[in-house]
C-alpha cells in the first residue's frame, strides 16, 4: 500500500508539472520575445533562451511604446481596475445590507430587478450607455472608463447570500448594545466580510483589467488608452512586420499587475471560496 501510494503521489505530482509547463511556455516564449532582435523574431526558429535586449525592449516599451507610452496605459489600467473593483463591492455591499436587513415594501422586487440584469452584459446595453456617457461628458476620462461598469448583480447576490447565514444573535447584541444599522455594518458585517470582499477583489480586479470593448469605445485621446487596448493596436496590420520585441515586452508588462494581485491575496482570496460555512 505504501508503494502504490508512493508511485501515484509521483505520477499525480509529474502530471501537475507537466501541466503547469504546457501553461507557463507561451509565456516563457512571450519573455524570450521580448529579449532578443526584431530579426530574430522574425527569422524562425524563435530562440528558446532570452537574448540581450532586455533592457533597451523594456525601456522602449515603457516610455516609447507605438502609439502611447506603455507606462501611461499601465496607469490607466490600473486606475480603472482598481476604481471598478472597489465601486462594485461597495455598491454591493450595500445594496444587499439594505436587501437583507432592512424591511420596506418591493424588497424582493428590488433584489430580483437587481438579479435580472445578470442577463444584461455590457455588449447588450452598450448603446446607451455610451449615449449617457456622452451626454455627462464622460468621454476620455476615468469617470467615464470606471462609472458604468461599477454595478455587480453577481457580487450583490453573492453577499446577500453570505448575510443570510449570519446568526440573528448577532443583530439582536448589537441592536441590545444601541449599535444602529451603519455601527452593524462597519464593526460586525464587515469583519465577517473580509475573505468574501478579497475573494471577489480579485475577480473584479481582473475582469476591470481584461475591459477591452468599453474603453475602446469611451476613449479617443490615445493618453487614456488601457494596456489592453495598447496591446492590439501594435499588433502588426496588413504587410507590416510590426514591432514584436516591443509587442511582447508589453504583454509581459500587462500580466504582471494581476499576477502581483492574485499572488498578495492568494491566501485570502483561496479561504474566501472553500470556507464551508459561506
Known amino acids: ?3 502504490d501510494n508512493r508511485v501515484g503521489t509521483i505520477v499525480t505530482h509529474g502530471l501537475l508539472i507537466l501541466g503547469v509547463a504546457l501553461m507557463c511556455f507561451p ?3 512571450t519573455f524570450v520575445g521580448s529579449t532578443v532582435t526584431q530579426r530574430e523574431i522574425v527569422q524562425p526558429p524563435l530562440p528558446l533562451l532570452p537574448g540581450g535586449q532586455f533592457l533597451e525592449n523594456y525601456r522602449a516599451a515603457l516610455f516609447s511604446g ?3 507610452p506603455v507606462g ?3 496607469v490607466n489600467s490600473t486606475v480603472m481596475a482598481l476604481g471598478i473593483a472597489i465601486g462594485k463591492i461597495a455598491i454591493s455591499l450595500l445594496s444587499a445590507f439594505a436587501i437583507v436587513y432592512f424591511r420596506f415594501p418591493g424588497r424582493m422586487l428590488c433584489f430580483w430587478t437587481i438579479f435580472i440584469t445578470l442577463m444584461l452584459p455590457v455588449e447588450v446595453r452598450i448603446v446607451p450607455t455610451y449615449e449617457i456617457a456622452v451626454q455627462l461628458g464622460l468621454l476620455n476620462s476615468y469617470s467615464g472608463l470606471i462609472l458604468p461598469l461599477i454595478a455587480s448583480a453577481t457580487a450583490t447576490f453573492l453577499f446577500r447570500q453570505f448575510f443570510l447565514t449570519v446568526p440573528d444573535e448577532l443583530v439582536e447584541a448589537a441592536r441590545m448594545d444601541g449599535a444602529g444599522p451603519m455601527r452593524f455594518f462597519k464593526d460586525i458585517l464587515l469583519p465577517l466580510s473580509v475573505t468574501n470582499i478579497a475573494a471577489l477583489f480579485v475577480i473584479l480586479f ?3 483589467w481584461n475591459q477591452f470593448l468599453w474603453p ?4 479617443t485621446d490615445p493618453d487614456m488608452n488601457t494596456i489592453v487596448m495598447g496591446i ?3 499588433l502588426p496590420q496588413a504587410d507590416d512586420y510590426g514591432n514584436w520585441p516591443v509587442t511582447m515586452a508589453t504583454a509581459i508588462l500587462a500580466i504582471l499587475p494581476p499576477v502581483a494581485v492574485v499572488l498578495l491575496m492568494q491566501r485570502l482570496f483561496v479561504k474566501g471560496l472553500v470556507e464551508t460555512e459561506k
Open 206 to 208: 481582473i475582469y476591470g
Open 66 to 68: 507605438v502609439n502611447a
Open 216 to 219: 475602446l469605445l469611451v476613449t
Open 232 to 234: 492590439k493596436q501594435m
Open 27 to 29: 509565456i516563457w516564449l
Open 1 to 3: 500500500m505504501v508503494t
Open 72 to 74: 501611461r496605459m499601465l
